[in-house]
C-alpha cells in the first residue's frame, strides 16, 4: 500500500487559510476519485474538498474548526496497488513535519493557557465546558471572565464555541458598550489589522459574500409553551447580520429612483433568445443586459466605482460587478464578474451563466466571490417593484433591478400623445452619501435607464 497525503489546496491569490468545518468522511471509509472528504470555510465561500486518488481514509491531521493554512496536509489516504506498508510505516517526512508542527502549535497554545493559571488569572479550563486553546487565548487577550464564555453560543460541533464565535462576541461586546479597540501588545500594522494573538494569526472578519445558510431541523428549539420556536442564527447568518449592521453604521445611505420603459428590451429578447440559445448553448437573461447597462454608466462616471479608506478615496482601475444571486435553498450570494466593462454581450451572459450555475452547485471558488467594486441585486425575482438594498461595504453603491411589469403609459410622438401597453421597471440606487452627492448618485442610475430605454431593437448578437 501507498499512502498520499491530501492537502488544503490553493484557493485563491489572496486565500491563504480556511477553517474545516466538517469531516464528510470517517476512518476506514472508501473514497472515490473527485469524491468530497471534508468542507471548509473562509471568510468569503464554503466549499467541499475532494480526493484526488482512490483508496482509504486512514488519519486526519486536523480537528472540526481547526484552522489550516494552504498546502498543509489534511488527511492521508491509503491507495490500493502501491508497495506494500503495514499499518505501523512511518509516514513520508513531509507528513511527519506538518503533524509535528501542528502539535507543536497546539502545545504552545496548551502553554499559554497553563500561564492563564500560573499567573493567577482566569482559569478558563475550569469549568464544565471544553474550550480549545486558540478560545482561550483570545479570551485572555481580550480579558473575558468565565461567565462570559459562558454565555457565547456555539456554533461548532457538540456546540463548541469557535473561533469565530468568540471574535463576534467579542466585536458585538465593545459596540454595545462603546468601547474602542482593545490595543495590541505590538504596534506593528500587520499585527494591528491580521489581530495576532499569542502565535495564532487569525485573519478579520472581512464578508463580500452574502449567505444565510440553512438551519437544520435539530437546531430548531421548541421554546416556551405558546409554541414559538427559538431558531438559533447560523454561523453564516451571524456574519451577514454583523455585515449588514457595520454597513449602515458605515455608510450614510441614501437612495435615487427612475422608471425605466424596457419595451424594446423584452421585444428584442423575446425574437433573438431561442437563437441564442441554440447558437451558444447558453439562455439569454435580462440580467447580462442590465450588467451591461451599468458597467457602460460605471465607465461614464468613475467615481461611483470607488471605496473610502479614511480620508482617502480609492478609485478603482478595474470594474468589477457583484451578482447577488438567489439560491433555491435560502442562501444569498454575490459571485463578482471580473472585468465587466470588457466583455460583449455573450461573454456576459455566458459569465452570468456560468457563475449562478456554480453559486446553486457551491462550486465557487474564493476569489470569485472578492474584489467587487460595485453590486447589482434583482430585487424583482421576488416580485418587488422596487428595493432600498443596503451597500456590501467597503463599496459605495448598490444597484436593485425591480419587476418588469406591463402598464399603461403615455407615448408622445410626433402626430400627438396617445396611451399605450409599456414594460416598464424600477431602478433603485443606494449610495454612500459621505463621498456620492445626489447629483453624481442621481446621474448614474439615469445614465444606466437611458441606455436601457436606447436599446436598438434591431441589434445583432
Known sequence: MSRFELKLPQMGESVAEATLTSWLKEIGDTIEMDEAVFEIATDKVDSEVPSEVD????????????????????????????????????????????????????????????????????????????????????????????????????????????????????????????????????????????????????????????????????????????????????????????????????????????????????????????GFEKREGEKLTFTPIFLEAVALALKKFPMINISLEGDTVIKKKNINIGMAAALPDGNLIVPVIKNADQLNLVGMAKAVNDLAKRSRNNALKPDEVMDGTYTVTNVGTFGSVFGTPIINQPQVGILALGAIRKEPSVIETKEGDFIGIRSKMYLSHSYDHRVVNGALGGMFVKAVADYLEAWDVNREI
Open 55 to 274: 483508496g482509504v481514509l486512514v488519519e486526519k491531521l486536523f480537528d472540526v474548526d481547526a484552522v489550516v493554512k494552504v498546502g498543509q496536509t489534511v488527511a492521508i489516504i491509503e491507495i490500493n496497488g502501491g508497495d506494500s506498508e503495514s499499518a505501523e510505516t512511518d509516514y513520508p517526512p513531509q507528513v511527519v513535519e506538518v503533524s509535528r508542527a501542528h502539535i507543536a502549535e497546539v502545545e504552545q497554545s496548551v502553554s499559554g493557557a497553563r500561564e492563564v493559571v500560573s499567573d493567577g488569572t482566569m482559569d478558563y479550563g475550569s469549568g464544565e465546558r471544553f474550550y480549545s486553546p486558540l478560545v482561550r487565548n483570545i479570551a485572555k487577550q481580550e480579558g473575558l471572565s468565565m461567565a462570559d464564555l459562558d454565555r457565547i453560543s456555539g456554533s461548532g460541533s457538540e456546540g463548541r464555541v469557535t473561533k469565530n464565535d468568540i471574535l463576534e462576541y467579542i466585536t458585538a461586546r465593545k459596540s454595545a458598550k462603546g468601547q474602542p479597540e482593545a490595543k495590541m501588545t505590538e504596534p506593528d500594522q500587520e499585527d494591528r489589522d491580521n489581530k495576532i494573538v499569542g502565535d495564532v494569526k487569525t485573519e478579520p472578519i472581512k464578508v463580500e459574500r452574502i449567505k444565510i445558510g440553512e438551519t437544520k431541523p435539530e437546531e430548531v428549539k421548541q421554546g416556551s409553551d405558546n409554541g414559538d420556536e427559538h431558531i438559533p442564527l447560523t454561523r453564516m447568518g451571524k456574519l451577514i447580520a454583523q455585515h449588514m449592521i457595520a454597513s449602515v453604521a458605515t455608510s450614510a445611505h441614501v437612495q435615487s429612483f427612475v422608471e425605466v420603459d424596457v419595451t424594446n428590451i423584452v421585444n428584442w429578447r423575446n425574437r433573438v433568445k431561442d
